[in-house]
């Protein structure tokens, strides 16, 4: 893997991480993509709302999110149960996830 390939997929796996987070403190009313997209841009200035659709996309096939859609395509993300325990560190997080050792 070269050096832009792995950047891409340390951003990606960050960005995962921080839309778990994210979601979990906006539990349990969830957040739409227009609040997750302000939230990560913090750490990641020129991240796009298709960015922020694509990562959630992939923790929804993880199960770890569930997203609901409406008729003008918004969307809206909240954490499974699955996702709050990977958040709260209570089980192993696969690779894919950026998720920071503990101590």
Known sequence: MDMA???RKARSESIR???LVALNVARPAGAG???LLTV???NH???T???IRRE???LEDRELVSIKKDTLNRWHAELTRHGVDIVEY???VEPGIARPAIG
């Open 90 to 92: 209570t089980v192993e």
């Open 17 to 19: 991480w921080y839309l």
């Open 56 to 58: 959630l996309d992939y």
């Open 49 to 51: 709302e298709m960015e």
């Open 33 to 35: 993509t227009p609040i």
């Open 45 to 47: 200035t020129d991240a």
């Open 5 to 7: 390939q792995q950047m």
């Open 40 to 42: 990560i841009q913090a």
